[in-house]
């Protein structure tokens, strides 16, 4: 059974940064496809940023160079490092699990997702 739990939101000021983690079981994480997704209120769900099985990453254009998506296959779990957060980051941070990834990298077919974790802020 996949389970991906996610942890590390919260509120901070414009400028500051978080550090967002997934623990990842129940599937071989080494062979998946993972990526953060974020939703704001009244908005889409969006990928921020992707990582595929064999470590090519990408990023979404409004947070390229501020953050840093790292897969660590060992402890199965996924980071996102978020530095120079902006209001505009607020949202819920979903991670994201697929085995194919049929629909691209920053796409929205995963099949696995976790419960999500909210991050703030604030001017």
């Known amino acids: 059974q996949v389970k991906l739990v996610e942890s590390g939101g919260g509120s901070v000021q414009v400028g500051g940064s978080l550090r967002l983690s997934c623990t990842a079981s129940?599937?071989?994480?080494?062979?998946?496809?993972m990526a953060w997704f974020r939703q704001a209120p009244g908005k889409e769900r969006e990928a921020v940023a992707g990582v595929a099985r064999d470590g090519f990453i990408m990023y979404h254009a409004s947070v390229k160079g501020r953050f840093t998506i790292s897969k660590d296959n060992a402890n199965t779990c996924l980071n996102l490092q978020m530095n120079d957060l902006k209001p505009e980051d607020t949202a819920v941070y979903y991670c994201?699990?697929?085995?194919?990834?049929?629909?691209?990298?920053?796409?929205?077919?995963?099949?696995?997702w976790g419960q999500g974790t909210q991050v703030t802020v604030s001017p």
């Open positions: 994201a699990a697929d085995e194919r990834a049929l629909k691209g990298l920053l796409g929205r077919g995963y099949e696995h």
């Open positions: 129940g599937f071989n994480f080494n062979n998946y496809y």
